[in-house]
């Protein structure tokens, strides 16, 4: 079984993780880290890491086989591209470029080395996330009509680089990677239409939220939001399907879901609603639905590595394809564009 030398390139806060989530992992040893904070090296070099002075000197050691790349996201495709060239395969942090256009360079260094590249999409491997998509895929309550999915929080931007645009800050371009890709592997059509609206609702240079609708050509809708002014929360999803409803009310997988017994419009009474009636709106009788607890889905997220390097001996497909990275970003493109315009776009597959 070979083993590979990896160093990680920004050793912040996602960088140190990928240092303890590749703790013991058979083949990936983390032998080196560079970063220009000298509270960072010192804490590599407590933990017994080699220090690098640029990722130029990480390029140049032969010894190197891997290349994380955790820095702000303004140097991933400057980074990415230069590794590929001196013949590094890269694990690359999201968001991968601040758009479409970089992503295409790195792509195309790639296809000239041969050299493999893998975005770290890792929210793919999120419980809550894996819960919905499971009950989309055996079509547990039928034909999906609507999925909103949220991300509130009430701590505004966070107060590194990411209030930058020029380091690629910004909701979008932090969450948004990951709220997109989710939708888009799970619902795997055509999408018609984006329209996006940001908030600069703290004055910042960047966004510090977002509310995005997708239209697919089938005809299902979709919302994703982030908010960071939030002091109550609505649900992390909210899922209606044909045959039922299934909502995920926060990060501990609180949530149900409300399936239909029997259609009971004939027993339907009007009922008092503020100053008028409403049939439409009245509750449904107590025996016509059941109320199910969530199936939770569980995965280990450990599993990414073990694929990047089953992507490099050729015995396996990546989990995370580059070609549905570039969907993303073009999609973000198209969101970035809508709110510009102020208006609803067509995206262009």
Known sequence: MSQYNLVIIG?????EQHTKLLENHPQILVSGICDISPERQ??????????????????????????LIATPNNLHREIAIAALN??????????????????????????????????????????????????????QLGELYHVEQRVFGSRGIPGDWRKYQAFGGGMLLDWG???LDRLLIMIPEKIVSVDCYLSFALKEEVDDGYHVRLQFESGKT??????????ISLPKWYVTFSKGTAIVED????????????????????????????KTMA??????????????????????????IDVIENKAQPFVKNEEVLRVMRLIDASYLSHNIGQRVKFEE
């Not at 050793?11 to 960088?15: I, P, T, Y």
């Not at 979709?222 to 002091?231: C, D, Q, R, S």
């Not at 509750?283 to 590595?305: A, C, G």
Request: aromatic share 8%.
């Open 86 to 139: 001196s013949q590094k395969h890269v694990i690359c942090e999201k968001p991968v470029t601040l758009n479409a256009q970089e992503l295409e360079e790195i792509l195309a260094a790639q296809a000239k080395t041969g050299y493999i590249f893998m975005v770290h999409q890792n929210r793919r491997w999120d419980e809550d996330f894996l819960t919905i998509k499971k009950i989309y895929d055996t079509k």
């Open 222 to 231: 979709a919302i994703i939001e982030v908010g960071t002014t939030n002091l």
């Open 283 to 308: 509750p449904r009788n107590d025996d016509s639905t059941l109320t199910s607890p969530l199936d939770i889905v569980r995965r280990d997220h450990k599993e990414f590595y073990s694929n990047f």
């Open 42 to 67: 010192k804490a590599a070099k407590d933990q017994g890491l080699k220090v690098y002075e640029s990722y130029e000197s990480v390029l140049a050691d032969p010894t190197v086989g891997l290349v």
């Open 251 to 278: 990060w501990h997988l609180n949530g149900h879901i409300v399936s239909l017994k029997y259609a009971d419009e004939h027993d339907a009474r009007p009922i008092v609603a503020g100053a008028g009636l409403t």
């Open 11 to 15: 050793f912040g806060g996602m960088g």
């Open 177 to 179: 990677v990951h709220m």
